[in-house]
């Protein structure tokens, strides 16, 4: 049995992120209910199906949001526009407290008392249907129980590690 080469594993990493930095992506961020609200950037949300309305969204490891995620049995999803600029550099900041990131007047609540972004472009108020344990990762599918969406704005958007605002170009012919 040969043992992991791990200089080998990370040079792979940094390819992978530099590639996936080449895909602009709406800038959202998971929320759950615990003692006190937590959320983190979730640029890993997707569709998984709309009938049953089914989202995925990763979870990397020693994420703090997982216990109350799973104790609470749910999460929301909220798409952030370009109003939300300050909130999602809240977020990005590494060791930002919970005061910092849900400041009262900005958070409001759906069906399931996760904290959902007020001025959010878009947001999906999931429970838990699944979570999938990988090797270095948890993947959660939640089943949409309410949404909303927001009074416009343009869509806030992560790429090559950076945040931009994304100008939607209608085609006559669409």
């Not at 609200?37 to 969204?57: K, N, Q, T, W, Y």
Request: charged share 20%; glycine share 10%; aromatic share 8%.
């Amino acid at each position: 049995m040969t043992k992991p080469n791990h200089a080998a594993k990370s040079a792979q990493i940094a390819p992978f992120w530099e590639v996936l930095g080449e895909r602009p992506i709406g800038f959202t961020v998971l929320t759950a209910a615990g003692d006190e609200p937590v959320g983190f950037v979730g640029l890993s949300v997707a569709h998984v199906s709309a009938d049953p309305p089914l989202l995925s969204a990763a979870l990397g490891p020693g994420n703090k949001a997982f216990g109350p995620i799973r104790r609470s049995g749910a999460f929301a999803v909220n798409f952030l526009s370009s109003r939300d600029d300050a909130i999602a550099r809240t977020f990005m900041k590494k060791g930002a407290s919970a005061a910092e990131r849900f400041r009262p007047d900005d958070w409001e609540t759906l069906a399931t008392g996760s904290p959902t972004l007020s001025t959010a472009a878009g947001v999906f108020d999931c429970v838990v249907e699944r979570v999938v344990e990988l090797d270095h990762a948890k993947l959660l599918v939640g089943r949409v129980v309410a949404s909303r969406t927001g009074k416009g704005g343009a869509p806030l958007v992560f790429f090559r590690g950076g945040l931009g605002v994304m100008a939607i170009q209608r085609s006559k012919d669409a």
